[in-house]
């Protein structure tokens, strides 16, 4: 069973991966559309400069709608942490996990509605990167092979 819920895990964040890289929106910060936009910007009239300037609004309006990609990765996180409370990880590290992925989804299904309050998963999302990589190195190389 836990083999099949780490598979599932597992393809929930390469499919939110592909899903952010498909629509631009992983993550949405790094957006490559703000750097064209500057050069054009700089280069512009007055109103070319106006509707770049609109332009750059939709991006940022875009950026910050729900995006599948997030949601599936917040829910990957949520089952992968799952698992981990009975396998040779840390038990703060599956806590963790689970908390961060219940707040990415519910932080990611309203992201347009939470404003600043996002931020708390933009702390607990590496939190969690960090403990599970601290993890990965405390674990018995037998352990790992085990399932």
Request: net charge positive.
């Amino acid at each position: 069973m836990s083999r099949a819920w780490a598979l599932l895990g597992a393809v929930i964040g390469v499919v939110s991966g592909t899903i952010g890289l498909a629509l631009a929106a992983s993550p949405p910060s790094l957006s490559g559309g703000l750097f064209v936009l500057a050069e054009s910007y700089r280069r512009a009239d007055v109103a070319g400069r106006v509707a770049l300037g609109y332009t750059a609004e939709g991006l940022a309006a875009a950026a910050n709608a729900v995006s599948p990609a997030g949601i599936l990765t917040a829910l990957g996180i949520f089952l992968l942490s799952l698992l981990m409370l009975k396998g040779p990880f840390a038990r703060i590290t599956a806590i963790l996990g689970i908390v961060t992925g219940v707040s990415g989804i519910f932080l990611e299904s309203f992201r347009p509605l939470v404003g600043g309050a996002y931020a708390l998963y933009g702390i607990l999302l590496p939190a969690w990167f960090i403990a599970v990589a601290l993890g990965i190195g405390r674990v018995p190389e037998r352990s790992r092979l085990d399932t």
